[in-house]
């Protein structure tokens, strides 16, 4: 069930677990990698309806997917080693990167030319520019890379084992900062702040870090608790995305809740109804008017709480919520 009722349901979507999703820059289209070794892209009209417009293979499972900044390509990287760039005027997909083990993540990165970083369970990001098949830098990490994200010339990977690697992309080859996330628990996910003076970090034990990267700024660093229910059960933060124009954030969790967020007076803004599933992933579109998220099994209770897909019940859904100004908009700091 939807978190507000409202809300639109996508047609025809992923027959498996769904992994990642991204909006377009330029237009309302929608993204959505799935387990099912499928990138669908779907067109969001303005009444809300959804239409199927195109989708590509990979030969493993789908766990990451990006649109360039000009809106005319996708990236997308899995569990078969490898980066596939679709071209979306000519519907054709080919490959453009590999690894020695599983990509993870992967962003367009805006840096001069188009470069795209990858970011693997072999323990590396590597950079590609589209015109040479061989990596153009390729950097260490710690450990395996879980989660990446890239905002301007901020880029910052968690890894497993709790290290947080940030990048100066005006340097990408070297870590430019490697510290630890200021968590207890298993890394979920960063993101950046909009305007690339930090990252918030999510992980598996229903918290949230908001970090800076400033030295003159880490007085500001602060930490919450978020995606518990009243008997005490802890779940995880899967997802945290940030409205494009107001720096405000979602949350999305294993509970099956979302709630926004605004980090500078450090309040909840909105929470939502529980959708009764797992939340993977969430994104808003380009202007932040539509909010979409997937409910869909994110293994957090291992496979006996998986439902299988049929042809007459597919358990994984997408979702899109009109999002409302005052849900999003940042309130200024209560007095105390």
Known sequence: MPM???DFEVAQPPSDGISSMAFSSQTDFLSVASWDNQVRIYEVQASGNT???????????????????????ICSVGADKAARMYDVATGQSTQIAQHTEAIKCVQF???GQQVIATGSYDKT??????RTPNPIATVQLPERCYTMDSSGLLMVVGTAEKHVCIFDLSNPAVIFKQTMSPLKWQTRVVSCFPDNKGYAIGSIEGRVGIQYVDD????KNFSFKCHRDEQKNVFSVNDISFHPIYGTFSTAGSDGTVSFWDKDSKQRLKPFSNVQGTIPCTTFNRNGTIFAYAVSYDWSKGYKFATPSTPTNNPNKIYLHAVRDEDVKPRGTKKR
């Not at 003159?216 to 007085?219: C, G």
């Open 51 to 73: 239409l199927p417009k195109a989708a590509y293979s990979h030969e493993g499972p789908v766990l990451d997917v990006k649109w360039s900044k000009d809106g005319s390509k």
């Open 216 to 219: 003159k700024e880490q007085s």
């Open 125 to 130: 990001i590597k950079y590609w520019d589209m």
């Open 4 to 6: 507000d009722p409202k």
């Open 109 to 111: 990165l805006d840096i």
